[in-house]
């Protein structure tokens, strides 16, 4: 989304009032240059904030019928681009995670 937008500034400000003021890491106040809107459907918005000062990165979602947020406080490394390209792709199944699970363990390294 374009961020010198006036309506983007705006909800991003909004985002910043009514989710997250201050980074969980290091209590360092976000700014509107912090956020970046990675989807918007009208139903939900997913929000990326990134720390301008310890470069900690949190996502949010906010479903805006109901009111409801949620916001994931961990300190992911994923950086907004990568958020927006993994985004489409399907969800992965129990199966799936046991079937890599199983490969894994006869492996007797894994190198990275």
Request: glycine share 4%; aromatic share 8%; charged share 25%.
């Amino acid at each position: 989304m374009d961020s010198t937008d006036p309506i983007t500034i705006q909800r991003k400000q909004f985002f910043i009032d009514s989710i997250a003021r201050f980074c969980d890491k290091c209590g360092t106040p976000y700014t509107v240059d912090d956020i970046n809107i990675v989807q918007n459907t009208g139903m939900s918005t997913i929000i990326h904030f990134s720390c301008h000062n310890c470069k900690s990165k949190h996502i949010a979602t906010l479903v805006s019928p109901l009111g409801v947020t949620q916001r994931v406080p961990l300190n992911t490394d994923l950086e907004e681009s990568e958020i927006s390209r993994f985004l489409p792709q399907k969800g992965f199944s129990t199966q799936d995670v046991l079937d890599v699970y199983e490969e894994l363990k006869k492996q007797k390294a894994i190198k990275v």
